[in-house]
């Protein structure tokens, strides 16, 4: 039974895939392809559950549900669906949420008219979760790889995120954020983690589905498809309270504290608003959050991202976050941040990423593995383990994307069932290509500008010129090199016009 669901959920993939295509000729992008799709799926299965067996009365106004497109063709289901999506726009809820600033872009009635008939012809319901969250995680994916379109900076790989989510192992009954979601990613694998390793009673299947995931997204687009990505794999409902607030959550401190914090936050070292001055030219003028929570003041997106998780996270709680490796050795605010860091909170782990991995190029990162903790005279951090899984490592999108199996070793050395049994790979005599090595907070303290930024690998192949990488492998990492070098050319431009 399974092989057969599986072939016809393959055959779904093949049909929705194939439509893309047609409507790329159009000049219809992903983007606005999945939009659409989100819409449109979401009045399919509303109308499904408002039927026979489930017979549920459904939040949506009869007179622009699923079945009032299938009765129309043309220009007349054209007018139709705008009407419908600016309507929708209005209702409360998840519904509301999921139109909000919603827009037609299928120019051609008869591809709309297509479009529907596809979606019509599945009954998405009966459809396994994990079918439906595959064809729908699939095309975030191909969405994420169109460059154009920006898309990939809320696209972290998910072979990262699972490996991530393993470290933290979380817990049932237990609530996880992410203050700045993107399409849902470090939900989802946590939710499989809590399904696949625990077992649930009644209670903690509800509190998992309702109550467990609390998130930020500010791009009306992006958290359109969070909200959908989430509901396809089981988590909310149509009709439950929405879970991913579109407010920037740098600007205030909720009040609520949580278990698990997971988070990439967006790539950027600048917060920034655009705004038009009085000879019409667009200016950006740079953010800054006066919170009394925050150590410091900055415009620095990711150091600001730090500072809030910190605050967002229980003293029992655990964290794990991805970050650039100026946050690592900025000096200024950035080395407050990083004393403070370790003060208040255990920062026991950092795994060194390595290049390619990312769909924005130029991007060095990292993940910092921290715990919650409550105030102490003394600091809270004693040692701070790094992984390099960056020195002489080689990723690229297409050839060699990042996958789960490449970071087992970091995971088993990891050890997330006793951090304290933890052992070294690294020994300058007998092991001088170890990854894994720890340093004491004094060791990090006594560094200049408490940098964070720490490597002891060898780069091989600035030794061995007989085997350097293949050649688009070097180009991607000199491209790289290049516009992580841009951007601090223009930070630096950028401060000097403001002074």
Same mark, same amino acid.
């Given at each position: 039974m399974r092989k057969e669901t599986t072939a016809n959920t393959s055959s779904i993939v093949s049909k929705v895939w194939a439509f893309c295509q %047609? !409507?790329?000729?159009?000049?219809?992008?992903?983007?606005?392809?999945? *939009?659409?799709?989100?819409? !449109? &799926?979401?009045?399919?299965?509303?109308?499904?559950?408002?039927?026979?067996?489930?017979?549920?009365?459904?939040?949506?106004?009869?007179? +622009?549900?699923? *079945?009032?497109?299938?009765?129309?063709?043309?220009? *007349? &289901?054209?007018?139709?669906?705008?009407? $419908?999506?600016?309507? !929708?726009?209005?209702?409360?809820? @998840? $519904?509301?949420?999921?139109? @909000?600033?919603s827009q037609n872009k299928i120019q051609d009635p008869a591809k709309l008219y297509k479009l529907i008939a596809l979606i019509n012809a599945e009954n998405w319901i009966l459809m396994g979760v994990k079918d439906k969250g595959d064809i729908y995680e699939g095309l975030l994916e191909k969405n994420a790889e169109d460059t154009k379109s920006g898309a990939g900076q809320y696209f972290t790989p998910r072979a990262l995120i699972k490996a991530m989510v393993e470290c933290l192992r979380p817990e049932p009954m237990k609530t996880i954020a992410d203050p700045a979601c993107g399409t849902g990613g470090f939900f989802l694998a946590a939710y499989d983690w809590i399904v696949d390793n625990q077992d649930l009673d009644k209670e903690a299947k509800k509190f998992l589905k309702y109550k467990t995931f609390y998130g930020n997204e500010i791009v009306a687009s992006t958290?359109?498809?969070? !909200?959908?990505?989430?509901?396809?794999?089981?988590?909310?409902?149509?009709?439950?309270?929405?879970?991913?607030?579109?407010?920037?959550? &740098?600007?205030?401190?909720?009040?609520?504290?949580?278990?698990?914090? $997971?988070?990439?936050?967006?790539?950027?070292?600048?917060?920034?608003?655009?705004?038009?001055?009085?000879?019409?030219?667009?200016?950006? *003028?740079?953010?800054?959050?006066?919170?009394?929570? +925050?150590?410091?003041?900055?415009?620095?997106?990711?150091?600001?991202?730090?500072?809030?998780?910190h605050t967002m996270l229980k003293t029992t709680g655990m964290a794990a976050v991805v970050l650039p490796d100026n946050v690592l +050795?900025?000096? =200024?605010?950035?080395? %407050?941040?990083?004393?403070?860091?370790?003060? %208040?909170?255990?920062?026991?782990?950092?795994?060194?990423?390595?290049?390619?991995?990312?769909? /924005?190029? =130029?991007?060095?990162?990292?993940?910092?593995?921290?715990? =919650?903790?409550?105030?102490?005279?003394?600091?809270?951090?004693?040692?701070?383990?790094?992984?390099?899984?960056? %020195? #002489?490592?080689?990723?690229?999108q297409k050839k060699n994307p990042l996958k789960l199996d490449d970071l087992k070793d970091f995971i088993k050395l990891y050890n997330p069932t006793n951090r304290n049994k933890r052992k070294e790979t690294y020994n300058a005599d007998t092991n001088p290509d170890g990854r894994w090595r720890k340093f004491t907070y004094?060791?990090?303290?006594?560094?200049?500008?408490?940098?964070?930024?720490?490597?002891?690998?060898?780069?091989?192949?600035?030794?061995?010129?007989?085997?350097?990488?293949?050649?688009?492998?070097? /180009?991607?990492?000199?491209?790289? #090199?290049?516009?992580?070098?841009?951007?601090?050319?223009?930070?630096?431009?950028?401060?000097l016009n403001r002074k």
């Open positions: %047609t !409507l790329r000729d159009d000049g219809v992008g992903y983007g606005d392809y999945l *939009e659409q799709l989100t819409y !449109l &799926l979401f009045l399919k299965m509303a109308d499904e559950y408002s039927k026979p067996p489930h017979n549920r009365k459904m939040p949506m106004p009869k007179q +622009f549900g699923w *079945e009032s497109l299938t009765n129309k063709s043309g220009s *007349e &289901l054209e007018s139709h669906y705008n009407k $419908l999506l600016r309507e !929708l726009a209005k209702e409360k809820g @998840i $519904l509301g949420q999921i139109f @909000i600033k958290r359109r498809l969070a !909200l959908m990505n989430l509901f396809l794999h089981n988590i909310g409902d149509i009709d439950s309270d929405n879970f991913i607030s579109p407010y920037d959550s &740098l600007i205030t401190d909720s009040g609520t504290r949580y278990d698990y914090v $997971l988070a990439n936050p967006p790539f950027g070292k600048k917060s920034s608003m655009t705004f038009t001055n009085e000879e019409g030219e667009q200016e950006k *003028e740079d953010l800054t959050y006066n919170r009394q929570d +925050f150590w410091v003041t900055t415009s620095n997106k990711q150091l600001n991202f730090l500072q809030h998780i +050795f900025e000096g =200024g605010v950035g080395e %407050t941040v990083r004393k403070k860091l370790m003060e %208040t909170m255990d920062l026991h782990t950092i795994l060194r990423l390595p290049t390619g991995i990312f769909y /924005a190029n =130029g991007v060095k990162a990292n993940v910092l593995f921290f715990d =919650g903790k409550p105030s102490a005279k003394k600091p809270w951090t004693k040692e701070v383990w790094v992984y390099d899984y960056r %020195t #002489n490592v080689h990723h690229t004094e060791e990090i303290i006594a560094r200049d500008k408490t940098s964070l930024d720490i490597t002891w690998l060898k780069d091989k192949s600035l030794a061995d010129l007989d085997n350097l990488p293949d050649p688009d492998v070097l /180009a991607l990492d000199i491209v790289e #090199n290049l516009e992580a070098g841009l951007e601090g050319f223009r930070a630096i431009i950028a401060s």
